[in-house]
Every structure is written in structure tokens, then in C-alpha cells.
């Protein structure tokens, strides 16, 4: 299999092999050693890249995924020998030291200057938030990247160069009724944003370089997009979480969605991370999983026996299973839109911001009327074997107006309907914790 893309401006093509991480590929075969291995699985940033403009994880890209696209690497950033005016910031900043997480650096800060007219702190460390650095401490990187973000235009100039809108960018993530191939063979390995299955070490990750046929969900054109239907958004499964995030329909109509797609991981993860993946990965720690459980969503299986819609309040069976069966994908993800005036509640509880896997994740959304609870669906993530509706706490808010004494209730019902264990995370009973204060603050919100 030959694979050709646009590298630092040049046309290249690669035989290593479609499973072949991207990483590797631009290390061995093409000498760009300025891609760092960290870590291996999407955490540390070092191999950040720039795809079309975006920073994505080298190490979970898969070489079949780059046809056709344009890349950038630290090495396609200076002028010859001149270096760019970012990376002179870092230089003069001391934002510099060993230097292995600088490559990485760069080119998300890049890309965030590129896309941003008016970088801010918090915008940058936003945009830093997959990149870790393990010597020079963050302040010196953001004050160096702000530094150069006085000149902004001057600083954006090389990531602007490797956005440039050519066609084939356009054709890979356009939308359409076009007709879905479906999977060869019940073997055959589906990929989206291959942030779950190239994560290093993993099962999954052998099981995908072992691979004999391989589906890319990215480039079919049913699996994308965001439609506005009668009653409801239909959300193609290829979707990435930075889709959603900014998607004016989304951040419009189901502002939870758009929120939680801005907790997943941090930028890398976001710019590649499907929803339809978030879903078949079926982690009771997938953060988008108890928000569509509380918009009620549906979704679209199809397979060779043809299309079926399923409530997804059905469609995880088991720890890490679902109704998928051999030679099914999901094909959309249908979300009713909110009744006017109802309130949603979102809450994610980790380590820290971002790149963070859930201690607990809890979604709320409330149908009001005059300061009334109509209907309420309450769900939680990592708090048992499955995404969680919690039916009980739930069914106990209909009809009630938010009081403190309603709110202690329904947090003991959400408790006692909670099956957490304990792991390297945290612990059971800090979740089960947790979660009683999430779901008592969520009711009492509703009195503002
Ligand atoms: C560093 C890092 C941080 C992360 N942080 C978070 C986080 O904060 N929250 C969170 O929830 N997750 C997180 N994840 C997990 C992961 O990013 C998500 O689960 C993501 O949504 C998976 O989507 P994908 O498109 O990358 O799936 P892939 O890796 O491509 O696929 C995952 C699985 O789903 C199957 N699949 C994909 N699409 C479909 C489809 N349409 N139909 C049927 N099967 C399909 C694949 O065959 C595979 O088995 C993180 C991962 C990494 C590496
Ligand atoms: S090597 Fe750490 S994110 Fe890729
Ligand atoms: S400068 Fe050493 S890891 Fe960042």
C-alpha cells in the first residue's frame, strides 16, 4: 500500500504499511526525528504533529489515515537556518531546557496562534494542556508563547502555511447521503480516531497491527457531519469531539455535548477522538457516554442486515459491551432536542483538567415549568460496570420543586443505585461520595 501525502511542503510517499504509526514512519523511514516517543498512547504530547493543520499524536496516528493529507513537523517550522519567532521566544523566554518536549510545543502552540485572533493565558495553557514538559515548568513556556503572540500574524505564519484549505481537506471531511461501504468481513478492524485502539501496549493496539483488513470510518461521508432534523440533532459517528465542540448547532442546541467534548483529553486527543469511537470503546469511564444518556439519545446501527434504531439507554449491555454485533457499525447518534427552558447539569471529577480519565462524571437535564421540575434524566460515568442512568434519583424529581430536602433525597436515591469499585483511580466510597454531592449540587442549581 502506497501512501501519499504533503510533508513540510513536500510530496512524499510511503510503503511502511497502512497500521504503521505515523510516528515511526516520519522517525525511520523520513529521518524527522523532532517527533519525540514519550509515552507511547496520547498522553505526554512530544510527538504532536501538525494534520491538516491540527495538532494530533503521531503515535496514534495510523499511516493510512495521512493520504491525501498536509503535514507539518517541527523540522518544516524555521526559515533555513533562521528560526521561527516562536521558536526564538522559547529560546529567549527560557522556555527551553532539555528540549524533547519542545518540538511538540511549538506546533501546538502554533496551531493555536493560527486559529486564535486574540491569544490569552488561558487560551494558550489551554492549548498546552496535552503537551507535558517535565523540566521547564509551564509559566516560562506560556510567557514565551504570549511573547511572541504580540506579533501574532508574524508567529502564526508557518502553522497558517500547513492549514492552507486545498481541496482534498475539504473532500475528507465532507458530509453526504453517499453510500456506506460496509465492513468486508465481520474481522475486519473498524478505525475512527484510533485514540483508543493505537494507544500503546494495549490488547486493542496488537490486535489492529495484526490486522488483515482495515476500515477507516474518517472518510466515509454518513458517518460525518452535524444535520439539523425536526425534533432532534443527527450527529454523524465520525464526528471528533473538536467538531462538536465548536459546532454551531451543537453549541446552539445541546450546549452539554459541546461542554463535554471540551473535557476529553486535551487538543491532540480532541482534533482525532470520535464520538461513535467514545461509544463503541464502551469505557464506563467515556465521558460523552452519561450525557447522551441523559439527552436521551438514539442511536443508528447498521449492518448487513440493514439500519436499526436503538434507544442508547440499551446499548451497553455489559462491562465494555454493546449491542454491536459482528460486521455492525454505528452510523449516527440521534439527540432530541432539549424542551425550551430545561437546565442541564455537567460535572467531571478527575486528577486534573485535562488528559485526565473520570473519578466521576455526572450530566443532568432538568425539563422545568415554573420553577418546577417536570422530568429529569440524571446519569453517571465510573461509578459502575456500565454509563449509568440512574432511573431511581431520577424518577424521584419529577413534579418537585428544587429544595434542599428534595435534593438530599434524590443525592441517597443516585447513591444507592451507584455500583462503584475501587482501583488505581479512587477509591469506592470517594466516588460514591462524589457523586451524592454532584447530584444534590445539580438539584440545588436549579433554584438560581
Ligand atoms: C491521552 C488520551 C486521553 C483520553 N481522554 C479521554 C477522556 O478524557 N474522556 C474519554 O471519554 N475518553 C478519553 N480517551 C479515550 C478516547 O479518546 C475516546 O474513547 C475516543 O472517543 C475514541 O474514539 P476514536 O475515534 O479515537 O476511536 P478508535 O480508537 O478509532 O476506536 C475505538 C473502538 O471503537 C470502534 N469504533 C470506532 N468507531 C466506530 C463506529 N462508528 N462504529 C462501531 N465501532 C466503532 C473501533 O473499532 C475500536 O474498537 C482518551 C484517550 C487518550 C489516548
Ligand atoms: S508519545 Fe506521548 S503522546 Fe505520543
Ligand atoms: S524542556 Fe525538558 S521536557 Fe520540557
Not at 515548568?137 to 492549514?163: C, H, M, N, Q, W
Not at 471528533?240 to 491532540?268: D, N
Not at 427552558?341 to 443532568?364: D, E
Not at 434524590?410 to 451507584?418: F, H, T, Y
Request: aromatic content about 4%; glycine content about 10%; overall charge neutral.
Amino acid at each position: 500500500m502506497t501512501v501519499a501525502f504533503t510533508l513540510n511542503n513536500r510530496e512524499v510517499c510511503s510503503e511502511a504499511g497502512g497500521a504503521e504509526r505515523l510516528l515511526d514512519v516520519l522517525r525511520d523511514e523520513f529521518g524527522l526525528t523532532g517527533a519525540k516517543e514519550g509515552c507511547g498512547e496520547g498522553e505526554c504530547g512530544a510527538c504532536t504533529v501538525l494534520l491538516d493543520g491540527k495538532p494530533v499524536c503521531a503515535c496514534l496516528v495510523p499511516l493510512c489515515q495521512v493520504e491525501g493529507c498536509v503535514m507539518l513537523t517541527v523540522e518544516g517550522v524555521a526559515d533555513g537556518d533562521e528560526l521561527a519567532p516562536l521558536q526564538q521566544a522559547l529560546l529567549d523566554g527560557g522556555g527551553i531546557q532539555c528540549g524533547a518536549c519542545t518540538p511538540g510545543i511549538v506546533l501546538a502552540a502554533g496551531a493555536h496562534l493560527a486559529e486564535c485572533d486574540k491569544p490569552t493565558r488561558a487560551g494558550v495553557n489551554g492549548a498546552l494542556a496535552g503537551n507535558i514538559c517535565r523540566c521547564t515548568g509551564y509559566e516560562r513556556i506560556t510567557r514565551s508563547v504570549l511573547a511572541a503572540a504580540k506579533d501574532r500574524e508574524l508567529a502564526a505564519a508557518p502553522f497558517v502555511r500547513a492549514r492552507r484549505d486545498e481541496p482534498g481537506a475539504e473532500a475528507r471531511s465532507a458530509e453526504g447521503d453517499t453510500e456506506l461501504s460496509l465492513p468486508a468481513t465481520a474481522s475486519t478492524t473498524l478505525v475512527a480516531g484510533g485514540t483508543d485502539l493505537l494507544a500503546g501496549g494495549t490488547a486493542a493496539w496488537e490486535g489492529f497491527r495484526r490486522s488483515n483488513a482495515v476500515m477507516d470510518l474518517t472518510r466515509m461521508p454518513a458517518l460525518k457531519g452535524v444535520r439539523m432534523a425536526k425534533d432532534h440533532l443527527d450527529i454523524g459517528a465520525a464526528v471528533t469531539f473538536t467538531e462538536l465542540r465548536h459546532h454551531p448547532l451543537v453549541c446552539e442546541h445541546l450546549p452539554m455535548l459541546a461542554a463535554v467534548a471540551g473535557m476529553i483529553g486535551a487538543r491532540q486527543i480532541q482534533n482525532r477522538a470520535t464520538l461513535g469511537g467514545n461509544m463503541a470503546n464502551a469505557s464506563p469511564a467515556g465521558d460523552s457516554l452519561p450525557v447522551l444518556l441523559a439527552l436521551d439519545a438514539e442511536v443508528l446501527v447498521v449492518g448487513a442486515g440493514g439500519e436499526r434504531r436503538v434507544p442508547y439507554a440499551e446499548f451497553h449491555t455489559g462491562y465494555r459491551q454493546t449491542i454491536l454485533e459482528a460486521g455492525e457499525l454505528i452510523k449516527r447518534v440521534l439527540v432530541p432536542l432539549p424542551k425550551p427552558g430545561s437546565r442541564w447539569y455537567l460535572r467531571k471529577v478527575g486528577t486534573r483538567a485535562a488528559q485526565a480519565i473520570s473519578k466521576v462524571l455526572f450530566a443532568a437535564c432538568f425539563e422545568m415549568e415554573a420553577g418546577a421540575i417536570v422530568r429529569a434524566r440524571l446519569a453517571a460515568g465510573s461509578v459502575s460496570p456500565v454509563p449509568l442512568c440512574l432511573r431511581r434519583a431520577a424518577a424521584a424529581c419529577a413534579t418537585q420543586r428544587p429544595t434542599e430536602e428534595l435534593a438530599r433525597r434524590v443525592a441517597r436515591l443516585a447513591r444507592s443505585e451507584a455500583t462503584p469499585i475501587d482501583d488505581v483511580r479512587s477509591s469506592a466510597r470517594y466516588r460514591s461520595h462524589v457523586l451524592a454531592r454532584l447530584v444534590r449540587r445539580a438539584v440545588l442549581s436549579l433554584q438560581a
